[in-house]
């Protein structure tokens, strides 16, 4: 059993979190004369380790998952949710939400096709809320830096949360809140051509490119402020605000990511930053999917396509269970302090 911890380890450090990276960088600092121990020298260590490791996970990923991807285009997919019924299609709704684009704002537009097809409102809407928060990217992503225990919680959780958060939007038969134009689109259902493996390598190259062009000014960003955070932000102030001694850390958490516009890739340096700082682990996660799935600017989008009514449900919903999710985790981890010293 030993022997498989330390090999896990090795994995999750060196090979997902490249600890060896961050090394490397800073003796190469510190041969250009620059005390990494400085704030200035810290930041830009933080900045560099953080922008390299981001950038070739991203690309790993966006690869391998834009090829899975390959096998499931929005016509397969319809057919695909099409044959379940009641929870048990929310529930592969949300598993199909993980293997999809990396944003919200690119997952409105399937969602509305698969409403237009006619797949149950509650259905698409647990496609829409798992799309964003929960993919195999940030599956990885975050084993590399909070290790796997966290990771699988945060996926499950945000499943958790697209399955109730459609089934109870389908049992509210919500369905006249949906625009016309919406559900008066023709469904044509054209057969995707059956491709290659050359042409999906070539489809998932592309896909990296495209993906990344949009993505990577968010990471510099998300990185930026994790410098930022991580060696000028002194902790009392993160404590005070983000720990456990304020009750509404959580709250205040999901509500500031609200109105911010990233992915998983430009909030998670962010997230890593917070929690070196002696945020809480719930509150850092609220954050998280508050930003991934109630973005600004995927809500102006989604009110194209949807009535004030359905918009407000679904906003309450997911803050309702992004919040809960977030005291949840915080209780836990209490817990389960207390019993280690115990």
């Known amino acids: 059993?030993?022997?498989?911890?330390?090999?896990?380890?090795f994995f999750q450090d060196q090979i997902l979190g490249m600890k060896w990276l961050n090394g490397?960088?800073?003796?190469?600092?510190?041969?250009l004369g620059l005390d990494i121990n400085s704030r200035l020298g810290g930041s830009i260590q933080f900045f560099l380790y953080d922008v390299i490791k981001i950038t070739i996970l991203l690309c790993l990923l966006i690869f391998f998952i834009s090829y899975i991807q390959s096998y499931f285009p929005p016509e397969r997919s319809k057919k695909i949710l099409g044959r379940f019924h009641g929870i048990g299609a929310n529930i592969i709704s949300a598993l199909l939400g993980t293997v999809t684009p990396f944003c919200s704002c690119s997952s409105i537009p399937l969602f509305i096709g698969f409403t237009s097809a006619g797949l149950p409102l509650g259905v698409t809407f647990s496609f829409l809320i798992s799309s964003?928060?929960?993919?195999?990217?940030s599956l990885v992503l975050l084993m590399s830096i909070f290790g796997a225990k966290v990771a699988f919680a945060y996926v499950i959780v945000g499943l958790i949360i697209a399955v109730i958060g459609g089934t109870l939007i389908e049992k509210m038969h919500m369905e006249k809140y949906v625009e016309d134009f919406v559900k008066n689109a023709s469904d044509v259902d054209i057969s995707s051509p059956t491709l290659t493996k050359k042409d999906r390598v070539q489809y998932a190259k592309e896909q990296v490119v495209g993906t990344f062009k949009k993505v990577?000014?968010?990471?510099?960003i998300g990185v930026g402020i994790g410098a930022v955070i991580h060696n000028w932000i002194p902790e009392t102030w993160i404590e005070s605000i983000l720990g456990s001694n304020n009750p509404?850390?959580?709250?205040?958490?999901?509500?500031?990511?609200?109105p911010m516009y990233a992915d998983i890739f430009g909030t998670i340096p962010v997230a890593e930053a917070?929690?070196?700082?002696?945020?809480?682990?719930?509150?850092?996660?609220?954050?998280?999917?508050?930003?991934?799935t109630l973005s600004l600017p995927s809500l102006i989008m989604l009110k194209k396509a949807v009535k004030p009514k359905l918009l407000t449900l679904f906003i309450a919903i997911c803050t309702f269970g992004i919040i809960i999710v977030g005291y949840l985790f915080n209780i836990f981890i209490k817990f389960s302090i207390y019993f280690t010293i115990l």
């Open 1 to 9: 059993m030993g022997v498989v911890n330390s090999i896990w380890l």
């Open 24 to 31: 490397l960088i800073g003796n190469g600092l510190s041969l």
């Open 132 to 137: 964003p928060m929960v993919d195999l990217g």
């Open 216 to 220: 990577f000014p968010y990471i510099l």
């Open 248 to 258: 509404f850390g959580v709250i205040l958490a999901t509500l500031v990511g609200v």
């Open 274 to 292: 917070l929690l070196s700082k002696g945020a809480q682990l719930g509150t850092i996660l609220s954050f998280m999917m508050a930003v991934t």
